[in-house]
């Protein structure tokens, strides 16, 4: 009897040290798959920063930063990786679409820009990590009013750190002063820099207004972090430069964009707040030649006979538009900034856009940049974001954003018919959840 239990001992021993030795195997695979990873990585920087070094007066992943010095120098020139690989699928998000203009160009237009998103392959928005410059030792000046120099071991060991979004040197003027340019373009630059240095001074052009500064409240950066720069040299203990947003053609900065909505609506509020509020923001207040609808007045009409309240939101708070946004159900307006609040906005929600002639018309003016689709041109690497800069770019930023996006392009004066249809049909498709 003994020696059975001896046995049994013996091999539930045995039993013991193969499951422990099973567990040390795995233990050691998971290091070596670790340390594999850590030397790729170090291999990685190592090519990076030679090739950095290799390039007198760098350009880099930017074509508006110059970096002057030395290779030597140059080879502690770090480039840091912030946010993470985005990939949505877009056409999930897609909800009803109605193309009712009579006019031919628009329609030839509209019928374009559906084939391009078509010829892209992937159905699938990618954004990829926002890359960031890291120099010790730096000044910082601008050339021009377009391109940052970075000029290397001239820093001072007892200056700030300084922060520079691309907004501070290479941004037109009337996208500072647009609100949607400002929350989609500008503030994921700043907040990408914030998350590798919130000690940083961050420098803005001296044409900031309140509402760039609620904005950043928003997000936890206060006003004593911020900096007005007029391109003046300025020495720092250490330079941080914005380099790249991750768009690959075109389009919203998607990754760092989604750092931005982590800090402004983060996932956890969501299930606290009711979201029942049908909303049409109207553009009444937007300059004559950017109304883009000549009877949106009707188009109100229609809207609030549908139980929308219409807002005008250049009279309302920030707050205040952040805590519309999270309470509502269905968002709708003419194609506007205003759309850029969707940020603030729940998964799953609605929104509803109109698309007038005039406005499909500006977004192919050959003469300007956000024509690659309307002339006829590749989109940069096939990818379906880069079309962004076009009439859809809500649908693209409400996909990213896990919203769905509804359709309805017509003349400038909106056809009342025809919208009613589309839109008891989208509310429709609400009802249903």
């Known amino acids: 009897m003994n020696d059975g239990a001896d046995l049994g001992d013996l091999r539930s021993g045995l039993k013991d040290l193969r499951d422990e030795v099973g567990r040390l195997n795995a233990d050691v695979a998971g290091v070596r798959e670790r340390t594999d990873r850590l030397l790729e990585l170090e291999r990685e920087r190592t090519v990076e920063q030679a090739s950095i070094a290799a390039i007198p007066r760098a350009r880099l992943l930017s074509t508006s930063i110059l970096l002057d010095g030395s290779a ?74 377009r391109f940052l120099r970075v000029s290397l071991g001239t820093g001072d060991a007892a ?5 520079v979004p691309r907004c501070a040197y290479d941004c037109a003027p009337q996208k500072l002063r647009n609100f949607g340019h400002w929350l989609l373009d500008c503030v994921p630059q700043i907040v990408a820099l914030w998350q590798v240095a919130p000690e940083a001074l ?13 904005t950043l409240t928003l997000v936890g950066i206060s006003a004593d972090r911020l900096m007005p720069w007029d391109g003046a040299p300025l020495r720092g203990a250490r330079v941080l430069a914005f380099e790249s947003d991750g768009r690959t053609g075109g389009g919203r900065p998607l990754s760092p964009l ?10 956890s509020g969501w299930p606290s707040v009711e979201r029942r509020r049908r909303v049409y923001v109207s553009r009444r207040d937007a300059g004559p030649k950017r109304r883009w609808v000549t009877n949106e007045d009707e188009v109100e009409a229609l809207f609030r006979s549908r139980g929308f309240d219409v807002l005008v939101m250049s009279g309302c708070p920030l707050e205040e538009q952040v805590r519309i946004f999270r309470e509502a159900r269905v968002v709708a307006g003419v194609s506007g900034a205003s759309f850029a609040d969707l940020v603030f906005a729940a998964p799953g929600i609605h929104a509803v856009v109109l698309i007038s002639d005039s406005l499909v018309r500006w977004y192919a003016d050959e003469a300007g940049a956000r024509s690659s689709w309307a002339g006829g041109r590749r989109v940069a690497g096939g990818q379906l974001a880069a079309l962004g800069d076009s009439p859809r770019y809500q649908a693209y930023l409400a996909a990213a954003l896990e919203q769905r996006c509804h359709m309805f392009v017509a003349g400038d004066r909106m056809p009342v018919q025809p919208l009613t249809n589309f839109l008891d049909e989208v509310l429709a498709e609400v009802d249903r959840g």
């Open 202 to 214: 961050f420098l803005l052009p001296q044409a900031a207004k309140g509402f760039h500064q609620s």
């Open 258 to 267: 989604m750092e931005v909505r982590k800090l402004m609506a983060p996932p």
């Open 72 to 145: 030597s120098q140059r080879l502690n020139v770090t480039r840091l990786r912030v946010g993470e690989l985005i990939e949505r699928p877009f056409s999930r998000y897609l909800g009803v679409t109605r193309c009712e203009t009579e006019a031919t160009d628009v329609r030839e237009l509209w019928e374009r820009l559906l084939a391009f998103e078509a010829q892209c392959g992937e159905d699938v928005l990618r954004g990829h990590p926002a890359t960031i410059l890291d120099v010790p030792g730096a000044t910082v000046s601008m050339v021009d009013g």
């Open 159 to 163: 200056g700030p750190v300084v922060a």
